[in-house]
Nanobody, 124 residues
Framework: QVQLVELGGGLVQPGDSLRLSCAAS????????MGWFRQAPGKEREFVAA????????AIADSVKGRFTISRTSAKNTVYLQMNSLKPEDTAVYYC?????????????????WGQGTQVTISS
């Protein structure tokens, strides 16, 4: 199974930007959708963004719409989460995941391969 590794987390101030990337130990299958989720302390893991196998269809959670975008390279082997205008409530561990379908999905149980997560902290 392909190992997913999230990169790009860190500590930033409110209003700053970060770009997370999801790198694979092998080539991420281009036939599956990919997603980003996050989990804050004491909360459930929640959907953030997803992109379909082709890279042309995306879904963004209402809580981050207009601030976050998801993309994947033309070779489809790296997935990115661009996060702008970050807020303290965006603080969480962010996870990259590979779906079991080609189309975008938002339910975490439909994702069958997860990275270890990267910490994103927004604080002044």
């Amino acid at each position: 199974q392909v190992q997913l590794v999230e990169l790009g987390g860190g500590l930033v101030q409110p209003g700053d930007s970060l770009r997370l990337s999801c790198a694979a130990s092998g080539r991420i299958s281009s036939t599956y959708a990919m997603g980003w989720f996050r989990q804050a302390p004491g909360k459930e893991r929640e959907f953030v963004a997803a992109i379909d196998w082709s890279g042309t269809v995306t879904a963004i959670a209402d809580s981050v719409k207009g601030r976050f975008t998801i993309s994947r390279t033309s070779a489809k082997n790296t997935v990115y989460l661009q996060m702008n205008s970050l807020k303290p409530e965006d603080t969480a561990v962010y996870y990259c995941a590979q779906a079991s379908t080609r189309g975008i999905i938002t339910q975490k149980h439909e994702y069958n391969n997860w990275g270890q997560g990267t910490q994103v902290t927004i604080s002044s």
